[in-house]
T-cell receptor, first 108, second 116 residues
Framework: RKEVEQDPGPFNVPEGATVAFNCTYSNSASQSFFWYRQDCRKEPKLLMS???SGNEDGRFTAQLNRASQYISLLIRDSKLSDSATYLCVPWSFQKLVFGTGTRLLVSP | GAVVSQHPSWVICKSGTSVKIECRSLDFQATTMFWYRQFPKQSLMLMAT?????????EQGVEKDKFLINHASLTLSTLTVTSAHPEDSSFYIC????????????FGNGTRLTVT
């Protein structure tokens, strides 16, 4: 089983849409979780940390379900600038583990 | 805060030559830095973990004699790709740990290496 699994997409949505990404992780000992976004040919940039109680940052909401080892990211009112690959990243074995991410394409 | 600078941003070199990539933490001290590699349409793969003042820990399948890592100070780690070959062409990214527990890492802007 892969350490991190995400639907690679791409998810094609119109501007203004609400879109959700899911992620599962295999290491139940993971203690911290993050969502990063990566633009084409660029380095990953931290989008937000994910807390057990769920957290929101503007149009972005992250949820964590430790029992199911499942993380989600909800983006409301999608903007063209949200087009990117979204990476769910747990801290596992003293390092960040990256999956392939989910690609989002927001169109006018 | 937590700025990581990586140089060069891109480099083209001939097969057989060596290339050095620098990763600096500009406004914090990083006891640990990580080196990743990303091939097109693939995920970031951790190559090695670099600890200041000690030998790097390499991931399985990464040749330590080919990818030399030096972490001589708390703000600088270098990755040298020795005797580069076309299959080493990739996007190399470093990240630095502020040492605040399981805090998020901050990444350098990456180095795109093309070996001809």
């Amino acid at each position: 089983r892969k350490e991190v699994e995400q639907d690679p997409g791409p998810f094609n949505v119109p501007e203004g849409a609400t879109v959700a990404f899911n992620c599962t992780y295999s290491n139940s000992a993971s203690q911290s979780f993050f969502w990063y976004r990566q633009d084409c040919r660029k380095e990953p940039k931290l989008l937000m940390s994910v807390y057990s109680s769920g957290n929101e940052d503007g149009r972005f909401t992250a949820q964590l379900n430790r029992a199911s080892q499942y993380i989600s990211l909800l983006i409301r009112d999608s903007k063209l600038s949200d087009s990117a690959t979204y990476l769910c990243v747990p801290w596992s074995f003293q390092k960040l583990v990256f999956g392939t991410g989910t690609r989002l394409l927001v169109s006018p | 805060g937590a700025v990581v600078s990586q140089h060069p941003s891109w480099v083209i070199c001939k097969s057989g030559t060596s290339v050095k990539i620098e990763c600096r933490s500009l406004d914090f001290q990083a006891t640990t830095m990580f080196w990743y590699r990303q091939f097109p349409k693939q995920s970031l793969m951790l190559m090695a973990t670099s600890n200041e003042g000690s030998k790097a820990t390499y991931e399985q399948g990464v040749e330590k004699d080919k990818f030399l890592i030096n972490h001589a100070s708390l703000t600088l780690s270098t990755l040298t790709v020795t005797s580069a070959h076309p299959e080493d062409s990739s996007f190399y990214i470093c990240s630095a740990d502020q040492g605040k527990g399981n805090s998020p890492l901050h990444f350098g802007n990456g180095t795109r290496l093309t070996v001809t």
